[in-house]
């Protein structure tokens, strides 16, 4: 079963910022929130991650809701290499139903940035 | 910084032939993953390990091997290519599963069997 729920698809203008949005209404206490972006034909980019506090880093800002039900990625100032596909993740640390650390990809957001 | 380095980028096989891709990390992470993607489709964990000499199956084990000899590296193998394995394959590693540190990825290898 799916653990968020992320929109398909979304267009920003260049120089804009793009608000990503996640839907994760069943996680738990000690669930985190991350968030990776796969650029075509590259491997998965971890961009940030957040467990109850917002989050910024040099690439975005996570912002996310008190009761952690859904999450906003944000890219301050969108480029077109910022076009990908956006994949919002849930997952425990030390969960011991997940003994592999293994990463739940769903379908994603794909992101196109346009001039 | 290297992170994670996969090779060879780009590879072509027939089929029954045998290849090995490496993974190779310099984080001195404990995790390590092999997942391959199809087109349209999500990751799917072929062979994962938690140590140096120690290897476990993912969802999609049948037809690979995997080995740890050394904590850095962790080789995919095929010993008789098929078709059905035509995809790309990404390599991670990640800390521990203790840890909330994000698992980062290689930039993957491509490979078609004819």
């Known amino acids: 079963d799916a653990k968020t729920t992320q929109p398909p698809s979304m267009d920003c203008a260049e120089g804009r910022a793009a608000n990503l949005p996640c839907n994760h209404s069943t996680i738990s206490g000690n669930e985190y929130v991350y968030w990776y972006r796969q650029i075509h034909s590259q491997g998965p980019q971890y961009i940030i991650h957040g467990l109850k506090n917002n989050e910024t880093n040099e690439m975005a800002s996570l912002i996310i809701t008190e009761d952690r039900k859904s999450s906003t990625l944000i890219l301050p100032h969108a480029t077109l290499r910022d076009t990908a596909v956006y994949y919002c993740?849930?997952?425990?640390?030390?969960?011991?139903?997940?003994?592999?650390?293994?990463?739940?990809f769903g379908a994603g957001t794909q992101v196109v940035v346009t001039p | 910084n290297a992170g994670v380095t996969q090779t060879p980028k780009f590879r072509v096989l027939k089929t029954g032939q045998s290849m090995t891709l490496l993974c190779a990390q310099d984080?001195?992470?404990?995790?390590m993953y092999w997942y391959r993607q199809d087109p349209g489709m999500g990751l799917r964990l072929i062979h994962y390990s938690v140590g140096e000499g120690t290897t476990a199956k993912g969802e999609v084990p049948d037809g690979y091997n995997v080995s740890r000899l050394k904590k850095q590296n962790f080789l995919l193998g095929l010993e008789s290519a098929a078709p059905s394995q035509t995809s790309v394959y990404f390599c991670?590693?990640?800390?521990?599963?203790?840890?909330?540190?994000?698992?980062?990825f290689g930039d993957g290898t491509r490979l078609s069997i004819l």
């Open positions: 993740i849930v997952r425990g640390r030390g969960d011991p139903t997940d003994s592999w650390g293994k990463l739940q």
């Open positions: 984080m001195n992470h404990e995790y």
């Open positions: 991670a590693s990640s800390p521990n599963r203790y840890s909330n540190q994000p698992q980062h």
